[in-house]
């Protein structure tokens, strides 16, 4: 008989846009990955930003432990009991120079407050201890740059700059609201807004309770 394995999902189709059948089998995944710091202090929590699961104060922490004076954020062990044991020295890693892969570290914040790998704009996805947030003009796919905010419960009006003038799909933050974009009353598809742009306009979403 012929052998056949099972399907191979690669990492960028799972999360809240793709993969929806093998979610929470992500996340379990997640939960369960041994936090060693063997050079996980970037991949890690963005898995964790990626499916809406991670907890800032945690990483925040991590980011502390694994500080060094001059600012750069390097690997130390953070776990024994897998690759490493008790008697490991935790800076070890240091001393192999810089891993450049963790100047990377901004994107876990990124992450956290706006999403757009499967071409869907997702604002504030991520936040478990975040605080109050905005942010100016990250670039989302689409070519576009997007502003917005967070007050800790609701995300504020929406800025966006369209510099090619594709069509813009946004996951709907305000359920229940009446949403306009430009002062005009955008059409809703399901959980999404969307609308047309033009090459360098820039497009105002906001809402406001129905009558």
């Not at 399907?7 to 929806?20: K, T, Y």
């Not at 240091?94 to 499967?118: D, H, K």
Request: hydrophobic share 40%.
């Amino acid at each position: 008989m012929p052998v056949t394995s099972a399907p191979v999902f690669p990492a960028e189709q799972i999360g809240l846009d793709r993969g929806q059948e093998h979610l929470e089998i992500a996340k379990r995944t997640t939960r369960t990955l041994p936090l060693e710091g063997g050079n996980d202090v970037v991949w890690q929590p963005l898995l964790r930003a990626r499916l809406a699961m991670l907890d800032l104060e945690w990483f925040k922490r991590e980011v502390r432990y694994c500080t060094m004076p001059n600012g750069i954020v390097n690997d130390r062990v953070r776990q024994i009991g897998g690759r490493y044991h008790d008697t490991t020295n935790f800076d070890f890693m240091l001393r192999m120079g810089v891993w450049t892969e963790n100047f990377s570290l901004p994107m876990v914040i990124n992450e956290c407050m706006l999403q757009s790998y499967a071409g869907v704009l997702r604002l504030f996805p991520n936040t478990c201890n975040l605080g109050k947030a905005r942010f100016r003009d990250l670039r989302a796919v689409g070519a576009f740059l997007v502003s917005a905010s967070w007050d800790g419960r609701n995300v504020g009006p929406v800025e966006l700059l369209s510099e090619k003038g594709t069509r813009v799909r946004l996951v709907n933050s305000w359920p229940g609201a009446t949403i306009s974009v430009n002062g005009t009353r955008a059409a809703s598809k399901g959980s999404l807004i969307e609308f047309d742009t033009r090459p360098g306009e820039r497009y105002r979403t906001t809402a406001s309770p129905r009558a």
